[in-house]
T-cell receptor, first 113, second 112 residues
């Protein structure tokens, strides 16, 4: 059973608008969360992370929000650009094994010009 | 970016044959991982290593073995390939305690 879930396989957004990608997790031991971006025929690349002691982390156009009580995190991209079109994976690791990462199934973002 | 090289990049093999995929890193990272990517499943951890000769199982380790005799090399072996092991395999490395993992470009394996 997947411990990290991304329930939206795809998302389409107009250029300049906000993209919101969602992720849910079930393991209460998870306390470090990451987002990766993946282009076709390439490996995933790290985008942004957040530790459970925070509820928000911002890096340029990318912001990750963490709601621990709901076991939910989201990635906001503002403004969205066509170059952001990719598959986004969320990942988590836990207090019991910090360097063991569990990934969601991914959300394919399409930003339309 | 961490220097991570996966070989081969593409391979077609027959059911029942053994296959070894290689991951080589130049960054002296302690942690190394093997993931497989399948539609609808995302990235699933097969095995990982936390040091030379120190390995542990991930979520989907059945049918796979690994070895790490040097810091820079992590080998993934499919002992007897099956069609269900057709996938894209990614190697990743991690520097230390709670840092992100860096991924290689992937190996597309087809078992016919």
């Amino acid at each position: 059973d997947q411990q990290v879930k991304q329930n939206s396989p795809s998302l389409s957004v107009q250029e300049g608008r906000i993209s919101i990608l969602n992720c849910d997790y079930t393991n209460s031991m998870f306390d470090y969360f990451l987002w990766y971006k993946k282009y076709p025929a390439e490996g995933p690349t790290f985008l942004i992370s957040i530790s459970s002691i925070k509820d928000k982390n911002e890096d340029g156009r990318f912001t990750v929000f963490l709601n621990k009580s709901a076991k939910h995190l989201s990635l906001h991209i503002v403004p969205s650009q066509p170059g952001d079109s990719a598959v986004y994976f969320c990942a988590a690791s836990g207090k019991d094994n910090f360097n063991k990462f569990y990934f969601g199934s991914g959300t394919k973002l399409n930003v339309k010009p | 970016d961490a220097g991570i090289t996966q070989s081969p990049r593409h391979k077609v093999t027959e059911t029942g044959t053994p296959v070894t995929l290689r991951c080589h890193q130049t960054e002296n990272h302690r942690y190394m991982y093997w993931y497989r990517q399948d539609p609808g499943h995302g990235l699933r951890l097969i095995h990982y290593s936390y040091g030379v000769k120190d390995t542990d199982k991930g979520e989907v380790s059945d049918g796979y073995s690994v070895s790490r005799s040097k810091t820079e090399d992590f080998l993934l072996t499919l002992e007897s390939a099956t069609s269900s092991q057709t996938s894209v395999y990614f190697c990743a490395t991690g520097q230390d305690f709670i840092t992100e993992a860096f991924f290689g470009q992937g190996t597309r394996l087809t078992v016919v």
